[in-house]
């Protein structure tokens, strides 16, 4: 038995996994492609191997159709190809197939994993020779043509398994961009994307001059040549976050959300104007305030009071 030290075993392992699975032309060629494991044979199919490679009169050596049969599953057996070829080193007799390559698995797995020296390819005449002897076309061993030669395998994609799409020449990612068609786009949905992508900014907009405003007027009543400079920024910093919050009202009606700031608006502002130097302070409790969802039922009941005015309206007329 043969110890081989490999990097990257557990890829290997679970791209085996899958080929073993999936069976066929295509999983064989998968395995092909990747160097991928094999089982192990039982004593009685290597005895059978010695028996073959007698009638072979010397064309074929007992490991060379031993090596065939381990890149394949034994239908009779109920075994695919990858049956046992992980095996456990702390599992006693887990290694039954002594003239099989191993590698090293994992790194503190305690795993070795059987690997087949010749990356799957059997052949074809060697093929047709085990079948001949093993019972024809109810012969327990099958060979895929990718392995056999006959067909070539598919080209591995770098991106396999990664979730990935592959634009196509021209840039396109869907088959109506690829045939010059172009989406069929929904004007509102549009419209109201752009609308919540302004109401967004202000947003930010408004958070940022409220952070420079309040700064700025705990900054104007230190005593300084930078007072003038402070108070002209702390009042256009202000008017700023107003402009911001118009524009956010515009692009994203909320009347229960306008009527929130106003009034939080007034309290800031009051408390400022007594306490200019915690007006940081003040400022970031006002936006922890908001960002904790707190104003929220204030905000509901100003918007179902609204509601309730526009339908009397409606109705009035």
Not at 177 to 199: E, S, T
Not at 238 to 246: C, E, N, P, R, Y
Not at 254 to 259: L, T, Y
Request: hydrophobic content about 40%.
């Amino acid at each position: 038995m043969a110890i081989h030290g490999v990097d990257d075993m557990v890829s290997d392992l679970a791209r085996a996994a899958r080929c073993g699975a999936s069976g066929g032309a295509t999983g064989a060629a998968t395995a092909f492609n990747a160097d991928m494991n094999n089982r192990q044979l039982h004593p009685s199919e290597r005895t059978r191997a010695a028996e073959l490679a007698k009638k072979s009169a010397g064309k074929y050596t007992q490991e060379e159709i031993e090596n065939a049969l381990r890149n394949r599953g034994n239908s009779v057996l109920g075994e695919n190809v990858i049956h046992g070829m992980v095996v456990n080193t702390s599992e006693r007799n887990g290694v039954y197939d002594t003239g099989a390559v191993f590698t090293a698995g994992a790194a503190g797995s305690n795993t070795i994993v059987q690997r087949l020296p010749d990356n799957g390819r059997v052949d074809p005449e060697l093929a047709a020779f085990i079948q001949a002897h093993t019972g024809g076309s109810n012969s327990p061993y099958q060979w895929s043509e990718v392995q056999l030669g006959k067909v070539q395998p598919p080209a591995p994609s770098p991106n396999a398994g990664l979730g990935t799409i592959t634009p196509a020449p021209n840039g396109c990612v869907t088959a109506q961009c690829a045939a010059g068609v172009l989406p069929l786009r929904d004007p509102l949905r549009d419209a109201a994307d752009v609308r919540n992508d302004v109401a967004v900014m202000s947003e930010v907009v408004g958070r940022v001059a409220g952070i420079v405003g309040s700064t700025a007027t705990a900054a104007a009543v230190q005593p300084g040549p930078h007072q003038p400079l402070a108070t002209k920024v702390a009042v256009t910093a202000t008017g700023v976050g107003l402009a911001a919050d118009f524009v956010e009202q515009v692009a994203r009606p909320d009347v229960g959300k306008g009527v929130n700031d106003f009034f939080l608006n007034i309290a800031q502002k009051q408390i400022d104007n007594k306490l200019p130097l915690v007006a940081p302070i003040t400022n970031e409790v006002r936006a922890l305030w908001v960002q904790s969802g707190m104003d929220k039922p204030f905000e509901a009941w100003a918007n179902e009071q609204w509601s309730v005015v526009v339908k009397q309206l409606e109705s009035s007329k």
